[in-house]
């Protein structure tokens, strides 16, 4: 899915401890006001114009989900677009006036969405394509179709299911849909600022990164304070720069005109790939003014310049093609309009100019803030838009925050947006020369002309006649289609209204821990839009956002007025250094306790699993005759794995209610891509070739897995040993019933039961862990299981038992770094009963006796623990861990090695 990607706008950070101490008694109010109303706001970084001081860390996970389109009844199994999203960002103070950010996002989205738009009454559009025993499976994207027509050019009504004529008129139109396997976009943001008494530079760069497209920008911006700081000028520029790889739709594509773009379309495989990039300039200038103690305005306009290849490569227009010989014959009976898709052609350019302004009041009664903004946006395509929101920020006491919130958006339809657009020429209308002979030509080689006439068939420009095998590789000349320049069907440029309305949940806990719980719903309709005239109704759908967020202010190392470290930090460090112990390396879960009654840490963890080279069996390389033979259960394998990447990303919370007792939360978010191969001597070369679409393609999912709960309990803390039991749950909220899209109406069915997203099953997970130290030394071990609390997920299967043995040791390089060596061997069992719902069953991947097996793991890492200075408090640790042995289950992947990075900090 295509998407147009803009640069990433950093803000510099600013300190309200800069505010000059010769500042009138007026402004230092006015700014203490500011502060306070813009506290209770989140996401806005204290006063209008500054930033905190505190390193702080957030963690936020998101759920888009969107509502199904009105396909006035069509019968459909499509699922309406759905998006996980997982942010992460950072901003960390290098020295007083230098500061470093970061931010990473990591969004995968599935289900279906529009490709174009069609009269209802058409012969195709969303043809119901019905599967496996008669069962609806989808809607087919139907492209090319005829539409019966008046003599005013207005369809001719057909009976929704029968497609048989109404008799009656029929304008309305309709999406057309096409679905989409699982695509995961990863964003990546890093930028510096350093300021000055009255002023601030900062520069930001990064990358965006997804099957299909390809991003990098950076930009640079400052500040400049007036007026004892209450009046500050804003200012920044950037690029983007971005390359599109559209792997067009193996299903429309076939029905699509795509000689505009024929010299930008390469060939791999059975793919056809749309190649082309695009560059995007941005300017700001901004304003902020303090104008009472409990109001300021901040005001700005902004320019962006794109160019190059601004299409959406997945979308097109329909033209209905009508013969201007049958609409002028004299007649009254209808006539026959050939409904026909081409890609959608945008101007090669685009000049945007916007006009944003925001009055934020602070209303002391109510200790409450009011934010009011504005934004209007004009451009070259016609697309202008207006937006007004407004929120209301309101603690509630005990740390507690309440924001209502409610937008409004109207937007003008692009000029050359059209639902569907009519063209009185004939479609395909043989070119024919001075002669009468219809002219063709070799698509391997378009300069060579050939002529047929009907005494000499086909013959070359010199007049010689060519053989049967030259001529059945020939195409028709045709007469080159009259089309406007630009047009586009893609809803998103038309022109509707918008209306949304959330609430967002904030609760400040003790030691800088904040947790935060959104949701908006939005709900869009053309007859909504500013003055009318918006497009039908066959455009209006609705979506939620519902997120959930973790944010974490550490407090830094200061330094007193009288020299050294101030006292807080000074209590901080002692009680570091009273509670450091040897931390087990940074594959290990649940590995350590905290040791104080209400202490609490935070932490990040993230794992890496790489799988590929050879297929085994047992202990041996497979070749692919014995795969096909032996991998498929009975049945004959068409592909198998080229390789498979797995990334996991969890957030670590536990607290200490006591000192024997931690509970601890890990929610998980994960994503994984799997390349596939053809088999070397496949028996089915039907079949083959209709799943051919997935070769050297590559599978993705992600979004939350399985959620972790438990309660560790201390059993032993004498000098030099611990030991500890831990009793956790794994709640099943991940996934188990992701399907792949169909191809070539080859039902795709579920995905393989690696790439499922959790277990579907509640699961228990008890560990056994020993930990020592002596000196520079550390040792220690693991006793580790999960056993599977249900017969079977809701997809008919059940994940096998794990046990999991690891002893490791430890030496401290320094007296902050360790260096870790450990050895592993786990056993799992293959995966019980089976799918229950359909699955296309390509290779072994897709049977549940190729999982588990018996393995045995060497690794080596790193711990780090900061003991004093700006980053006190903070631990970090990485472990590569490499397979030594391994004794698969059935035939298999081989595993090439994992990779485990920790980052917690303790409060």
Known sequence: ????????????????????????????????????????????????????????????????????????????????????????????????????SFSYTQDTWSGATPITSTPLATTGGNRAYFGKGGVVAGASPILQSDVLLNRDLTPIGRDLFTKQLTGDVDPRSVLVMVSASPETRRQAT??????????????????????????????????????????????????????????LDHDSSPYINKDAYIQNIVRRGSSEILRDDRQDWVANVGLTQVLTKNAYIDASIGYTHSSGFLENPYKAMSFIFVDPAELNNGLSTPVTGRVRAFIEQRPGTRNQVALNAKYVHYISPFNAAMHLGYRLSVDDWGVNTHTFDASWVQPLGSGWTLTPRIRYYSQDSASFYRPYLFTQQTYQKPQIDSLGREIYFNPTNPDALYFRSGVFGYVDQNGNAIDDAVAQTLQPKYVPYQLPKNFSSDHRLAGFGALSGGVVLSKLLAKGVALEAGFEYYTRAGSMQIGGGGSSSFT??????????????????????MGGQDSSAMSHNHA????????????????HMLDK??????????????????????????????????????????????????????????????RWLNVMLMPTFMDMDMNLRELSGVKDPLRSAAHSSHAGLVHET???????????????????????????????TGKTDIEMRRTHTEEGGLIHFGMQLGSGTWDFMPSL???????????????????????????????????????????????????TVRGAYTWQDRIHRDFDQ??????????????????????????????????????????????????FNGFQLNRQGSLAATWSYHF
């Open 702 to 732: 992600g979004a939350l897995s399985d959620t972790y709960f438990s309660s560790l309990v201390k059993l032993l803390d004498i000098s030099g040993h611990r030991i500890h039991v831990n009793l956790g749950l794994s709640a099943p």
């Open 597 to 658: 009654a209400g202490d609490f840490m935070a932490g990040y963890r993230f794992m890496y699993n790489w799988t590929g080279g050879n297929m085994m069996h047992g202990t041996h390389k497979a070749a692919d005759q014995r795969i096909i033979d032996q991998g498929c259960s009975g049945q004959d394998c068409q592909f198998t794995p080229a390789n498979m990447d797995m990334r996991m990303h969890m957030i670590d919370l536990m607290y200490a209610p006591t």
């Open 838 to 887: 359909f699955n296309a069953r390509m290779g072994p991947m897709d049977f549940p006796s190729n999982y588990g097996g018996q393995f045995w793991d060497m690794g080596f890492g790193v711990n780090a623990r900061i003991p004093a200075g700006r980053f006190a408090g903070n631990r970090f640790g990485i472990e590569w861990l490499q397979p030594i042995s391994n004794d």
């Open 190 to 247: 890093f930028g510096l600022s350093h300021e000055w008494n009255e002023a601030a530079i900062n520069v930001a760069g990064g990358f965006s990164r997804e099957r299909d497209y390809k991003s990098s920008f950076g930009n640079i911006g400052g500040r400049l304070d007036f007026n004892q700081k209450l009046t500050t000028v804003k200012f920044n520029g950037g690029y983007t720069f971005s390359e599109i790889g559209a792997i």
């Open 576 to 591: 570091a250094s009273h509670h450091h112990h040897t931390i087990p390396p940074a594959g290990i879960m649940f590995g």
């Open 769 to 819: 862990t020993y930990v020592g130290e002596r000196s520079r030394w550390s040792w220690g071990a693991q006793l580790s299981g999960i056993k599977r609390l249900e017969e079977k997920n809701k997809s008919g299967y059940r994940l096998g038992d794990m046990v999991q043995a690891t002893t490791w040791g430890g030496f401290d390089l320094t007296h902050w770094l360790t260096a």
């Open 540 to 561: 209006d759908f609705d979506y939620y956002v519902a997120n959930a967020a973790v944010k974490f202010d550490i407090e830094p190392v200061t330094s007193s007025p």
């Open 1 to 100: 899915m295509h998407r147009n990607k803009k640069p990433q706008c950093y803000r510099g950070c600013r300190k309200l401890s800069d505010h000059s101490s010769g500042s009138a008694v007026h402004s230092q109010h006015a700014l203490h006001a500011l502060t306070s109303a813009a506290l209770v706001l989140p996401g806005l970084l204290l006063s209008p114009g500054h930033a905190s001081a505190k390193e702080r860390i957030n963690f936020q996970y998101s759920r888009y989900q969107e509502g199904e389109r009105n396909l006035y009844g069509a019968p459909h199994s499509l699922k309406p677009i759905t998006a996980d999203v997982l942010h992460g960002s950072g901003l960390f103070s290098l020295t007083d006036r230098t500061t470093f």
